[in-house]
């Protein structure tokens, strides 16, 4: 654990002492949707908290880059002309609703997964209507 994961661990404790403030001095309510919380709310005490929260996640992130950084910067690459170069291909799909994004690193992965994810709209559309 180093230092900017404990920095977010203080603002992460901060930002939810925030948001229970405003619960209590009634700036903000707070439910459950399916299985996630959510905070509406207006004022001061909700804005800081949201403020202390969103800090957090950037520490917590920031703080597991910062460690791999220091990790790699160690490593010995004084034989890497030994290593053979290799290629890697790869892409992805996100669907938000109906709309899908494609990435892929050739032609040839983008159109297998422009097939996919047309199965898998058709697929999730004819489940609908039954």
Request: proline content about 3%; some cysteine; glycine content about 10%.
């Amino acid at each position: 654990m180093n230092r900017y994961h404990i920095f977010s661990f203080i603002c992460f404790v901060f930002g939810i002492s925030f948001f229970i403030l405003a619960i209590f001095f009634g700036e903000a309510e707070g439910g459950i949707f399916i299985v996630f919380p959510f905070i509406v709310g207006s004022g001061i005490l909700p804005f800081l908290g949201f403020i202390c929260f969103f800090i957090a996640i950037i520490l917590f992130s920031y703080g597991f880059i910062e460690k791999n950084l220091r990790y790699n910067s160690d490593l010995d690459f004084s034989n890497s002309s030994k290593i053979k170069n290799n290629k890697v291909k790869g892409g992805g799909i996100v669907i938000i609703g109906p709309v899908p994004i494609f990435f892929g690193t050739s032609w040839k992965i983008t159109i297998i997964l422009l097939i996919l994810a047309i199965v898998i709209i058709s697929t999730l559309f004819l489940f609908n209507l039954l």
